[in-house]
């Protein structure tokens, strides 16, 4: 092994610490409150920041001592925990018994407060404190030099794993936090209260996150974008380790750091890839995981059964609803360019909504990856232009081949994976597009995209922007055929009642790949859309931000609601343009306004205003004039 070799692999070792910190974090949390927090980047980057603007800004003088710097870095912690427990009384713990999708887009949208809050303390620059006194030299190992501090680093994952294990088995506390995770209603029949341990795991949970982020500072500035960086590798470690396993987090850690760490050296274009790659990997052979443990032992909460709605409001009111769209559409075209613009935005992500909301609200096959396809279809099409020639009908009809190409083979590789599993493989593959798009630079111009696309002269606007609502208008009664047929029936069967699903005899896996497939081809063709309509494709259409978008338009509106995708599109481009004009935190503002959502009205918006609609027709029925 040469010298290079072992130095990058102990600095993998390293980076694997910062990973089994807040693996172990969100496992907790997880296993004992069964939430799934999103935000938990947001705790690891309040660490950091708080740390850092204590010893470069508020009392410079600790960087000099050792036991100083420890105590801002423990201070970061203690903020993060304090930070926690705030977030678990206003939020939290409201969304207990929310569906996992709903408690991932409130918590997304903790993130989106949080982040802006932050911005709003501690400002836009990134902040560089010193290195740890006495750690500050180097050791040689090999003929190479590596830092003492990411030396000493390596011994804190081993620690942490070793107190987490002896409080979970030889502590009153840890065998009451494991006990309410099996059967809390009993631990409370017993005279223990489990809101306490609820909040006590977050606390915990949010401390070791916040501690993560502080015992960065030495390696690395603490900045704004520490949240989104470190939490989608963090979903790696947990799901690879197995949902609820604190031992399997610390396996996973050490797995993903050496393989990053080897990826650097042998192929750094391709670090991320292969990281998902073996995440991949670990689950088509073991879909739970390497270790799922007994935190992850109770069932996890699922949405009640339910029809789809929207097909029984019949054919009038539908009709009514599609004529409605279409008058606000005109209205948007006679606002001018602007307006216009934003129109077509919406309607794009209503065809990407849809496409997401027939394997969610369907068969309940759950995507945080569902940008790729829609990335392949704009890139193919894009692409066809540039390269090809094709016009505006072959460049779509490429990217949506070419979107089924790709869900054909993944689908085939993940069928028999469902839940948070399904979705980690989905991200994954995301992630390996938006590598892709990132490094292969011949094929997609890297960073600079494909620009330049003619697909759309200034004389085919006002068709194409017809075109665009009579193909939303088309999607909409698509799924609801879809939702009404034989095939519809059999997909909800196999969402609700899986386990009879399998039992009468029913093709599970052939009607999960056909809606893959169904998916992929409505949300490669948006991307086409997309491109068509913007001019250009970037790796953003590929990236973990519009996967998101995806879940948000599906879950604002009512993913189980025929015109869900309608009204969370419009309300988050509609918040995005109006807030966004003069308020600099808008996203703030968005991100409480996705949380008052999801805790008002978890089912969507639409969800909340049926039964209002139920009563007044209802009401105008009896109605009759005299």
């Not at 910190?21 to 999103?38: K, P, Y």
């Not at 009514?320 to 279409?326: I, T």
């Not at 369907?362 to 945080?368: D, E, H, P, T, Y």
């Not at 069967?493 to 497939?517: G, I, N, Q």
Request: glycine residues 10%.
């Amino acid at each position: 092994m040469s010298s290079i070799t072992l130095v990058q692999l102990l600095g993998g070792l390293s980076y694997a610490t910062t990973l089994f910190l807040m693996a172990a974090g969100l496992t907790l949390i997880f296993g004992v409150t069964r939430i799934v927090n999103f935000a938990h980047g947001s705790f690891f980057m309040l660490g950091a920041l708080f740390s850092a603007h204590w010893l470069v800004h508020w009392y410079p003088d600790w960087a000099d001592s050792a036991w100083l710097y420890l105590l801002a870095m423990l201070l970061g912690a203690a903020v993060a925990a304090c930070a926690g427990a705030l977030a678990d009384v206003l939020l939290l713990r409201r969304m207990a018994a929310a569906p996992e999708l709903y408690q991932l887009v409130a918590t997304f949208g903790l993130t989106l407060a949080m982040h802006d809050a932050m911005r709003w303390v501690f400002g836009n620059e990134e902040v560089f404190a010193p290195r740890f006194p006495t750690l500050r030299g180097s050791v040689e190992i090999g003929g190479e030099l590596f830092p003492s501090y990411q030396l000493a680093l390596m011994l804190v994952g081993p620690l942490v794993w070793l107190g987490l294990h002896l409080m979970l088995t030889r502590t009153l506390f840890g065998q009451r936090l494991r006990a309410a995770t099996e059967d809390r209603e009993m631990l409370g029949a017993l005279g223990v209260n489990p809101r306490p341990l609820m909040l006590a795991a977050v606390v915990l949970g949010c401390a070791l996150a916040g501690l993560g982020g502080a015992l960065q500072l030495p390696r690395e500035p603490a900045h704004l974008q520490m949240d989104t960086a470190i939490i989608v590798e963090t979903f790696v470690v947990v799901v690879t380790g197995g949902l609820g396993s604190i031992g399997g987090a610390f396996a996973a850690a050490l797995l993903i750091g050496l393989v990053h760490a080897l990826s650097i050296q042998i192929f750094p274009q391709a670090t991320l890839v292969l990281v998902f790659l073996t995440m991949a990997v670990v689950l088509v052979l073991r879909p739970q995981g390497l270790a799922p443990g007994r935190l992850a032992a109770v069932h996890t909460v699922r949405e009640p059964a339910q029809v789809f709605g929207g097909l029984q409001l019949g054919r009038p009111l539908n009709t009514a609803l599609a004529l409605a769209l279409v008058a606000a559409c005109a209205a948007a075209w006679w606002g001018g360019p602007y307006w216009q613009t934003l129109a077509l935005d919406t309607l794009v992500f209503v065809l990407f909504g849809i496409s997401l909301q027939a394997m969610m609200g369907l068969a309940g096959l759950v995507s945080f990856g569902h940008a790729a396809y829609f990335a392949v279809g704009a890139y193919a099409a894009a692409w066809a232009h540039l390269h090809l020639g094709a016009a505006l009908g072959g460049a779509l009809l490429i990217g949506v081949l070419s979107a089924v190409a790709v869900a054909a083979l993944f689908g085939a590789a993940v069928v028999r994976s469902s839940g948070v599993y399904l979705a980690m493989l989905s991200l994954a593959l995301a992630q390996v597009v938006w590598a892709t798009a990132t490094q292969a630079v011949a094929w997609t111009g890297g960073d600079n995209g494909l620009i330049g696309l003619r697909l759309v002269s200034d004389g085919m606007r006002p068709y194409f922007y017809v075109a665009m609502v009579a193909l939303v208008l088309a999607a909409l009664a698509g799924l609801r055929r879809l939702a009404l047929s034989g095939q519809g029936a059999a997909l909800q069967a196999l969402r609700d009642a899986p386990m009879r699903a399998h039992a009468s005899a029913l093709p599970v896996a052939a009607l999960k790949y056909r809606v893959f497939l169904y998916s992929a081809a409505l949300a490669g063709l948006a991307g086409a859309l997309f491109a068509a309509h913007k001019g250009a494709v970037f790796p953003s259409a590929a990236s973990v931000a519009t996967s998101v978008d995806a879940l948000l338009v599906v879950l604002l509106g009512g993913v189980h609601q025929l015109w869900g995708a309608v009204a969370g599109s419009t309300l988050l481009h509609m918040a995005a343009a109006l807030l966004g004009r003069d308020l600099p935190y808008w996203r703030g503002v968005l991100g409480v306004v996705i949380m008052l959502v999801m805790l008002l009205s978890p089912s969507g918006l639409l969800s909340a205003l049926g039964p209002a609609w139920v009563r007044l027709v209802a009401g105008l029925r009896r109605w009759r004039p005299s």
